[in-house]
Nanobody
Framework: QVQLVESGGGVVQAGDSLGLSCAAS????????MGWFRQAPGKEREFVAR????????NYADSVKGRFTVSRDNAKNTGHLQMNSLRPEDTAVYYC?????????????????WGQGTQVSVSS
């Protein structure tokens, strides 16, 4: 089992920046990558970004490329999502998730453990 706890959500204005963190505990050695997803009201949960623990390889959704940066601190078993130039359409509950393998990294199917989510609200 891997436990994930997100922090850092809040209310900001368009153009502002916000950072999210996700602390992992438990059988973290079994985790291959950390992913970030978000779910806006009335919409399905969608992929945002991913980073692999060992090599630090990253992937981003087109909608956040160039604005969001995903990183990790292996020593602290913590992942981070730095969000810049936020837009109202970025408003959502953001989730971190742990994957035990490389497959389906843009899909919820690729992740086995999920955090509780943290709300990010961007006003215009």
């Amino acid at each position: 089992q891997v436990q994930l706890v997100e922090s850092g959500g809040g209310v900001v204005q368009a153009g502002d920046s916000l950072g999210l963190s996700c602390a992992a505990s438990g059988r973290t050695f079994s985790s291959f990558a950390m992913g970030w997803f978000r779910q806006a009201p009335g919409k399905e949960r969608e992929f945002v970004a991913r980073i692999t623990w060992y090599y630090g390889r990253t992937n981003y959704a087109d909608s956040v490329k160039g604005r969001f940066t995903v990183s990790r601190d292996n020593a602290k078993n913590t992942g981070h999502l730095q969000m810049n130039s936020l837009r109202p359409e970025d408003t959502a509950v953001y989730y971190c998730a742990a994957a035990t393998g490389p497959s389906d990294y843009m899909s919820e199917r690729g992740y086995h453990y999920w955090g509780q989510g943290t709300q990010v609200s961007v006003s215009s």
